[in-house]
């Protein structure tokens, strides 16, 4: 009788197709040498122009304002500026103002930078401290202004910058004198007083203004002698 049915042929063929079905629907392998390529995911992705945080910083908001010093630390800093100005060491004077220094802070003796400066005609001292912010109108320890000092001196160009910078012309200090008496009354009367008499003239300054003694400044420059100096006071009058 014949058998139905596959026989051994045929399972063999049947088994074979339905391997090559499995591996038709299997994913493709890796490539050698490394795993499966994932897609990025929605959550990794950096859209284009935006800002890589760990390679890019943040844009820097304004600059910082400098720390304020401890009281004693800014009052050490003061006094080495007053010290700086008293030689004259421009490069030094330069530095501690760069660095906070205050211009019008006063040592025991009532001196400031500015003060000091003024004075003794420093004046590229002077001028880094009146860009630092110098109180024109300050006063030393005899109530005077620079002007004052700076016109006994005969300082001519320090006149002329403490003139431009505001300075109170006409200021009397606790002696009692302006700085044109003080010119005439505290110096030989010689070339620079006359110019520095002039200086003070053209800005201002009244000679009509008595002194202790009651006496002008046109009858100080007589009585002393100062023949120059009274020619120019009486131009201007």
Known sequence: MRRTGLGAQGLLAVGALALTLTACQSPAPAPSGGPASAAPSPSTS?????????????????????????????????????????ANNVALVRDLVGRGGNVNAKDSIQDSAFLYAGAEGFNEVLQLTLGAGADVSSINRYGGTALIPASEHGHVETVKILVAAGVPVNHVNNLGWTAMQEAILLNNGGPRQQEVVRLLLEAGGDPGIRDPEGRTALQNAERLGFAEIAALIRSRG
């Open 46 to 86: 950096v859209p284009s122009g935006t800002v890589d945080a760990e390679t890019d910083p943040p844009a820097s908001g304004p600059a910082a304002t400098p720390a304020t010093l401890p009281a004693e630390a800014q009052a050490a800093l003061d006094q080495e500026l007053i010290a700086a100005a008293k």
